[in-house]
């Protein structure tokens, strides 16, 4: 399940996994510049990974900032394009 938030001049995708998994690949793109972009998306219960890009243009590879969610149940990432 994928949601989408754009706000000026960031764009935001937010990943919910509803499958139990190790680790997973995640292929998307955020707008018609930007080139696809694959993110190894590790486990992490209850957290949020918010990876973030100083271009649309350059390939997502900072390595990710977690942070706690509030009481949910799944697994979220967050990703980031500036």
């Known amino acids: 399940m994928v949601h989408q938030f754009i706000e000026t001049g960031i764009e935001e995708i937010w990943v919910q ?33 918010e990876l973030s890009s100083t271009s649309t243009t350059e390939t997502l590879e900072h390595p990710p900032y977690i942070r706690d969610l509030e009481s949910s149940g ?5 990703l980031i394009s500036f």
Not at 41 to 47: A, I, S, V, Y
Not at 74 to 78: F, H
């Open 74 to 78: 799944s697994l979220w990432w967050k």
């Open 17 to 49: 996994v509803s499958e139990t998994l190790n680790s997973v690949f995640l292929e998307f793109s955020i707008g018609s510049e930007m080139a696809t972009c694959q993110v190894l998306l590790q486990q992490f219960p209850n957290r949020c990974a």
